[in-house]
């Protein structure tokens, strides 16, 4: 079967939901973290992502919760995504691993 | 940016969106504080979003199976073109085919139609990966040739090419959005390969029969069929007899049906009978997604 390598804000997602349920906003500050400030997730972004991820079962609602008259909804991790996050954490560390093999640095940089 | 501007951006999203995200959304963008590039990407998603779901009823096991044996069978009807081409050719060459003064000049425009047929064929079915991307990069090609009319007949699409388009077209569609011919021909199997296979080499008997006609124009509806179309028919009708009790099988009858329908005219000769083959093929293809399964799952 093709594997095709994961999309970063879907891997961004994926891990910040990893450690346990988040909201929307709490999603972009975690995945801003994650990335090393790097990557900034739009609210377009995630909310497109965030709704192929339900519909691909990887993700799915945790709880509502009302917070100033407005909904707030929390997503959490499924089975299904826990293992589509470690089968692409196995293939990055594997590429990770052949790169440094190949630039003699497998013990790490000096 | 102010609440008013984002609920007017939420509307790039389709209904459903924003009744699932709307609020929520809303209330990320207060947060975030909005700005130029959150308003581009809300409309990009919605975009996205909308175009996505126009897709989506055929991103679809079934559907992907159906175009899988379109790959297979589309460049197999081309590949008939390049046998009758061969032996017109032989035919005419040894002066057992009587042939027009213009004949010649009117003939080598479409070379590069009715040659490519065995050869996209081929690459497509041992080529591998790469050979389903020359045939592809093959078929653009020979659409284009053929849409801007560098063959001699005919001016442009808006002439009788766009009949001649739809078969070339449905083979790039098949090898684009499946797991190509050799799929298909799992997907088939050998009681229907067997005969479809029969009936493309009795096809090729009939064609002596019929003499010179150009192969890929269907006019089964709108004019005269001549006994190689005959043919076409049979195959096609072994082909969706046995293919409609599946779910793929019904899919790939909405993509062949289509030719059948004599797609060109819709496009070509707008007339009463518009309307009529345009409500055909709304059929066929709501016949293709009718038992789509809503996989949204329960939150």
Known sequence: MNERAMQEPTFLILTALAAGPQHGYGIITDAAEISGGRVRLRTGTLYTALDRLRGEGLIEVDREEVVDTRMRRYYRITAAG??????EVRRMRHRAETAALRLGTAGGPA | ??????RRLLHAYPQRHRAEYGEEMLDVLAECGGGPRESLTLVLGGLRTRLGGLGAPYATPEWRDALAVASLVAPLLMTISTV????????????ELATSPGYWSGFAGW??????????TA??????????RFAMVALLALCAYMFTGHTPLTVSMYGTIALSLVVPVVALAGLAFSDGPRRGAQVLGRRVTVPMVTVAALTFAAQGLAGLQYPLDLHLISGETPYYEYAWVIMLGVLLLNGLRTASGRRFGALLVAPLLDLGHLVAVPSPRTAELALALVLVLALGVRSRPRSRPAT
């Not at chain 2, 940016?1 to 984002?6: P, T």
């Not at chain 2, 070379?111 to 996209?120: C, L, N, R, Y």
């Not at chain 2, 690459?123 to 990966?129: C, D, E, S, Y």
Request: aromatic share 14%; no cysteine.
């Open chain 2, 1 to 6: 940016m102010s609440e008013r501007w984002n």
């Open chain 2, 123 to 132: 690459a497509a079915w041992w080529g591998g990966l790469h050979g389903r």
């Open chain 2, 111 to 120: 070379v590069p139609v009715w040659a490519s047929g065995a050869v996209i």
């Open chain 2, 84 to 95: 009758w081409f061969a032996d017109s050719t032989v035919r005419a060459l040894t002066g």
């Open chain 1, 82 to 87: 826990a293992d589509a996050l470690a089968a």
